[in-house]
């Protein structure tokens, strides 16, 4: 299984931001998300979304986060609108993935600064 993800960076409170994660797999994948991990912090939960289409979000994102997926292309997406401060971290995308189990990406930094 490989993950390449994408999007991160640094950018400023207010703006908006789009992370993305293709996935390469022989298997299907019926659950992705995001969770991410601030510094000194343990990882969080931030969003999933099932085959079904039907999307979790942790408290503290909701109304600002949005998980899409692109099925043909294996693509999970996260737009952060408006990004806050408190939103630095890594972000690690994760995909259920049939036989497999959950797999992890390698993480992308997203820093919120002004």
């Known amino acids: 299984v490989q993950f390449v993800e994408s999007g991160g960076g640094v950018v400023q409170p207010g703006e908006s931001l789009t992370l993305s994660c293709k996935i390469s797999t022989r298997y299907s994948i019926p659950g992705v998300g995001w969770y991410r991990q601030a510094p000194g912090k343990e990882r969080e939960f931030v969003a999933k979304m099932t085959t079904g289409n039907d999307m979790n979000y942790a408290d503290a994102v909701k109304g600002r986060f949005h998980i899409s997926r692109d099925a043909g292309k294996n693509t999970v997406y996260l737009h952060v609108t408006p990004l806050k401060p408190e939103d630095t971290a890594v972000y690690y995308c994760?995909?259920?993935?049939?036989?497999?189990?959950?797999?992890w990406g390698q993480g992308i930094q997203v820093t919120v600064s002004s």
């Open positions: 994760y995909a259920n993935i049939a036989v497999l189990g959950d797999r």
